[in-house]
């Protein structure tokens, strides 16, 4: 059930699309809240949009995800062994149950 074999690599650009994904999902919300509220006769794009919720979803990734490392930039082999570096572990993967 669990052989990495059955599993498919997530790449990186995949994780951030996601991410984006989830902020621009929470950004559409609090338009449509403010629309909603706002006179849409007088209301201008400024005010309605922001980015915040899209800053936040990439901040929260790179700094609390399981697979956000920072990267030994002092040793250059184990800079290059960081690069290459995979994880079976993370969102989407195995638990450290099995």
Known sequence: ???LGNRRIRRVGELLQNQFRIGLSRMERV???RMSIQDPSTVTPQQLIN???IVASIKQF???SQLSQFMDQH???G?????????A??????TRDR
């Open 1 to 3: 059930i669990d052989h």
């Open 31 to 33: 338009v449509r809240e």
């Open 51 to 53: 980015i915040r919720p």
């Open 62 to 64: 790179f700094g609390s």
């Open 75 to 77: 040793n250059p082999l």
């Open 79 to 87: 800079e290059l062994t960081h690069r290459r570096r995979m994880s």
């Open 89 to 94: 572990l993370g969102p989407g993967g195995l």
